[in-house]
T-cell receptor
Framework: SQTIHQWPATLVQPVGSPLSLECTVE??????LYWYRQAAGRGLQLLFYSVGIGQISSEVPQNLSASRPQDRQFILSSKKLLLSDSGFYLC???????????FGPGTRLTVL | GQSLEQPSEVTAVEGAIVQINCTYQ??????LSWYQQHDGGAPTFLSY????GLEETGRFSSFLSRSDSYGYLLLQELQMKDSASYFC??????????FGAGTRLFVKA
């Protein structure tokens, strides 16, 4: 069966510090991978998606970047965090049968 | 552009039936999905409508009308554990899914 991992689960970072969040998927190959951000009490904002190694599409221009160094690994990064980067970051992959997205457990980021 | 609208909150009584509506604006899409999210957790997939009509999965049903740009999620025999946020989402093609802002469902005893 397929599983998706994210770490860390929670993170508190000062403004201006760097960020690296990692997502890995098991049990599937060549998945479409996604990064979303969710502000408290709000919907999901699509940040990046990737259809293959090294292929990244950005949906929101900001100080975040994403990379996909391996087939089942997706990384979200920032060189300098802003207060507005606080939120719940979710990684997801899409199944092949219907538009069913499988989400990881998420990383709750607080920028102080 | 593309957008979805849902009520921000809905309250219902345990054992009752509740309908969560979703209206959308888009030039084209493949289907409408519904997700459930409990506080502090990740969203989980509930249902998907590619075609007009009703899809039933246990206590949950979802409906889509493309001509009315409208869909809904129907929850029957409500249980306390159904208290959560519910999101409708458009599969717009091109590998992208657009999520609504979510409806917070409160189930009361």
């Amino acid at each position: 069966s397929q599983t998706i991992h994210q770490w860390p689960a929670t993170l508190v970072q000062p403004v201006g510090s760097p960020l690296s969040l990692e997502c890995t998927v098991e049990g599937t190959s060549n998945p479409n991978l996604y990064w979303y951000r969710q502000a408290a009490g709000r919907g999901l904002q699509l940040l990046f998606y990737s259809v293959g190694i090294g292929q990244i599409s950005s949906e929101v221009p900001q100080n975040l970047s994403a990379s996909r160094p391996q087939d089942r690994q997706f990384i979200l990064s920032s060189k300098k965090l802003l207060l507005s980067d606080s939120g719940f970051y979710l990684c997801a992959w899409v199944g092949t049968e219907v538009d069913e997205q499988f989400f990881g457990p998420g990383t709750r980021l607080t920028v102080l | 552009g593309q957008s979805l609208e849902q009520p921000s909150e809905v309250t219902a009584v345990e054992g009752a039936i509740v309908q969560i509506n979703c209206t959308y604006q888009t030039s084209g899409f493949y289907g409408l999905s519904w997700y459930q999210q409990h506080d502090g957790g990740a969203p989980t997939f509930l249902s998907y409508n590619a075609l007009d009509g009703l899809e039933e999965t246990g206590r949950f049903s979802s409906f889509l009308s493309r001509s009315d740009s409208y869909g809904y999620l129907l929850l029957q025999e409500l249980q306390m554990k159904d208290s959560a946020s519910y999101f409708c989402a458009l599969n717009t093609g091109g590998f992208k899914t657009i999520f609504g802002a979510g409806t917070r469902l409160f189930v009361k005893a």
